[in-house]
């Protein structure tokens, strides 16, 4: 079985600074996905990133990136320049290439983002 | 394009009754998947449906069902509910095309007193 696990459940930052959210799983999966969700307070989820196990280089996507490393089974998110907006709950998720629409999720961590 | 759709978004029941949430997929999705979110066991998926059939199905008890009509709308149904079913019920859309990307809906948020 897949598990996610996220071991900082809160975090904080300044506006304007870079930190970075820890992830790592656990599989014997060869063909996967890895993402970041984002949970603001009472809104709805939306993806942030997305890696495929297959690729050797790092998503990035504007100020959001990963630090993909498939033998540690570990991955980061790094928020550079952090905004008000980027305040919210965090959630790293593994999907089995061939199980579409399962996600395994991470406990999550909230991150505030200080002015 | 609209998003993923669900209703209600709140709902209050008491113990022993049962519900039946809600979901719309974003137009051409034919990948409709539920996860529960408590506090406690933070999120944990139930199925996923693709035309009309489950696919995947979670470590959820019998009283968690649901079904998927042919235009991609899912329902899902907890019967004989149970104090801790109070949970944030999230469902998901997606193309089947394997980009493993999920549109989730805002949720329907249940009480059970």
């Known amino acids: 079985a897949q598990t996610v696990t996220q071991s900082q459940p809160e975090m904080s930052v300044q506006e304007a600074e870079t930190v970075t959210l820890s992830c790592t799983y656990d599989t014997s999966e060869n063909n996967y996905y890895l993402f970041w969700y984002k949970q603001p307070p009472s809104r709805q989820m939306i993806l942030v990133i997305r890696?495929?196990?297959?690729?050797?280089q790092n998503a990035t996507e504007n100020r959001f990136s990963v630090n993909f490393q498939k033998a540690a089974k570990s991955f980061s998110l790094k928020i550079s320049d952090s905004q008000l907006g980027d305040t919210a709950m965090y959630f790293c998720?593994?999907?089995?290439?061939?199980?579409?629409?399962?996600?395994?999720f991470g406990q999550g961590t909230t991150l505030q983002v200080k002015p | 394009k609209a998003g993923v759709t669900q209703t209600p978004r709140y709902l209050i029941k008491t113990r022993g009754q049962q519900v039946t949430l809600s979901c719309s997929p974003i137009?051409?999705?034919?990948?409709v998947s539920w996860y529960q979110q408590t506090p406690g066991q933070g999120l944990q998926f139930l199925f996923e449906?693709?035309?009309?059939?489950?696919?995947n199905k979670g470590n959820f008890p019998g009283r968690f069902s649901g079904r998927q009509f042919s235009n991609s709308r899912s329902e899902m149904n907890v019967s004989t509910l149970e104090l801790g079913d109070s949970a944030l019920y999230l469902c998901?859309?997606?193309?089947?095309?394997?980009?493993?990307?999920?549109?989730f809906g805002e949720g329907s948020r249940l009480t059970v007193l």
């Open positions: 998901a859309s997606s193309l089947e095309v394997t980009t493993g990307e999920l549109f």
């Open positions: 137009s051409g999705h034919r990948s």
């Open positions: 890696q495929e196990a297959y690729k050797q």
């Open positions: 998720a593994f999907m089995k290439m061939s199980n579409t629409g399962k996600l395994i």
């Open positions: 449906y693709f035309s009309e059939t489950q696919r």
